[in-house]
């Protein structure tokens, strides 16, 4: 799986570099990757497709967990073509925090309200020449102005950038425009990075918000369903 394996960090308050050093696996527990999604779940599926009992479905989404005397029965599922019910002893749900499995479940959730949300977006690679860190694969923290910002390079070399915002503030930060946005960022950040946002601000790639939500469930188990 394509991946980049970060080995440096540097951290910054109000611009001015506060911590930096080697990222140590001894330290850390592990080395830290950054991988490609996709390329890790389909990795994932060829690896599970070696078992003769598995079965893959592309495009299917649950829809409801089926119930026969209290007990989960199966699924009922829905592709761009048909609805199937789909007997299962056992209901597995790993669909996420929106799971409609856990929502079927009736399982009581606890939640927490969390305060701020993350925007989520690349940009093109940093060439070494114009980079405060050259030859490294890097992780850096910003922390200023009312926000945290964390960058790092990917397994594409592109530059990967997290900026944590107080939560509802993306539509206002929408409207004001993206050139307006980068500023921001980039009014938050090192010199090198400052510059290279504004220099690509016009190729930030899927720039989207990542809702933040905290919660968890009593228990993880009801008849014949496990989350």
């Not at 850390?28 to 390329?39: K, R």
């Not at 079965?55 to 007990?71: D, K």
Request: proline share 8%.
């Amino acid at each position: 799986v394509p991946r980049s394996e970060p080995d440096h960090f540097k951290f910054y308050i109000d611009r001015k570099p506060v911590l930096e050093g080697a990222i140590d696996p001894d330290v850390i527990g592990g080395t830290p990757l950054a991988v490609s999604q996709p390329a890790l779940l389909e990795a994932l599926v060829a690896e599970a497709e070696k078992h003769p009992s598995f079965e893959f479905r592309r495009g299917v989404s649950v829809r409801e967990v089926l119930r026969e005397s209290g007990r989960a029965t199966g699924v009922r599922v829905h592709d761009e073509n048909r609805e199937e019910r789909i007997p299962a002893r056992l209901v597995i749900g790993t669909d996420g925090r929106s799971s409609v499995v856990r929502r079927d479940s009736g399982i009581p959730v606890h939640a927490d309200a969390v305060p701020i949300d993350i925007v989520w977006c690349k940009f093109p690679p940093l060439p070494d020449t114009e980079s405060e860190m050259p030859g490294r694969a890097w992780v850096r923290g910003y922390l200023g102005n009312g926000h945290l910002l964390l960058s790092y390079v990917t397994y594409d070399g592109q530059v990967q950038v997290g900026w944590i915002i107080f939560k509802g503030g993306f539509g206002a930060l929408r409207r004001r425009g993206m050139p307006q946005w980068v500023e921001e960022m980039a009014h938050q950040t090192s010199p090198d990075l400052a510059a290279h946002f504004r220099r690509h601000r016009d190729q930030i790639t899927h720039p989207f918000l990542l809702d933040t939500a905290s919660d968890r469930v009593r228990t993880w188990s009801a008849p014949g369903m496990l989350l």
